[in-house]
T-cell receptor, first 114, second 111 residues
Framework: ETGVTQTPRHLVMGMTNKKSLKCEQH?????MYWYKQSAKKPLELMFV???????ENNSVPSRFSPECPNSSHLFLHLHTLQPEDSALYLC?????????????FGQGTRLTVV | GNSVTQMEGPVTLSEEAFLTINCTYT??????LFWYVQYPGEGLQLLLK?????DKGSNKGFEATYRKETTSFHLEKGSVQVSDSAVYFC??????????FGSGTRLQVQP
């Protein structure tokens, strides 16, 4: 496989469930990102990992917990979510060297919280 | 702060019409500029980019020119097709190692 792969593509979970989203990149990049895409809102950057270190956390609620065990894998652990957390969650990766940080995106996980 | 402003959609055009989607940005320094496209049910794909003033990015018949004096990066295509129907996102690199995106503009092309 090539590019950025996210699993699952679709997820329905109750507010008391615990689930995890997975992202894997096969591009040899050294930075990975989680974005949240909600209807009629700009893409929201949630977390940034560069060289496996979390370098940015944009005031995301603690019910979202990221994990980056190595430069190729990124997880988003979910627990006690709210209905307003329903959205498309996008993973991206890039090679951090200069300002020209072109990002490659996965197809996203469509999350529905019921 | 840093931000991207895109024209609100949806933009509805007939096939072979001329397309312009406006994008302006507010940023410090000299960011790199990008247009991404999102087809239904998919993630974002890079459409084109420009890394310095007066550069023109182009791909698949789409073009955008980096205008530093007006802080703009408008997307254009001379003749759209039904297959161009998608959501288009303007973005720039703030130097924080993550892109800042606009809210997206939905394009609907009718046959």
């Amino acid at each position: 496989e090539t590019g950025v792969t996210q699993t699952p593509r679709h997820l329905v979970m109750g507010m008391t469930n615990k689930k995890s989203l997975k992202c894997e990149q096969h591009l040899g990049h050294n930075a990975m990102y989680w974005y949240k895409q909600s209807a009629k809102k700009p893409l929201e950057l949630m977390f940034v990992y560069s060289l496996e270190e979390r370098v940015e956390n944009n005031s995301v609620p603690s019910r979202f917990s990221p994990e980056c065990p190595n430069s190729s894998h990124l997880f988003l652990h979910l627990h006690t979510l709210q209905p307003e957390d329903s959205a498309l969650y996008l993973c991206a990766s890039s090679q951090v060297r200069t300002l020209n940080t072109e990002a490659f995106f996965g197809q996203g996980t469509r999350l529905t919280v019921v | 702060g840093n931000s991207v402003t895109q024209m609100e959609g949806p933009v509805t055009l007939s096939e072979e019409a001329f397309l312009t989607i406006n994008c302006t940005y507010t940023a410090t320094g000299y960011p790199s500029l990008f247009w991404y496209v999102q087809y239904p049910g998919e993630g974002l794909q890079l459409l084109l980019k420009a890394t310095k003033a007066d550069d023109k990015g182009s791909n698949k018949g789409f073009e955008a020119t980096y205008r530093k004096e007006t802080t703009s990066f408008h997307l254009e295509k001379g003749s759209v097709q039904v297959s161009d129907s998608a959501v288009y996102f303007c973005a720039f690199d703030t130097g924080r190692r993550a892109l800042t995106f606009g809210s997206g503009t939905r394009l609907q092309v009718q046959p």
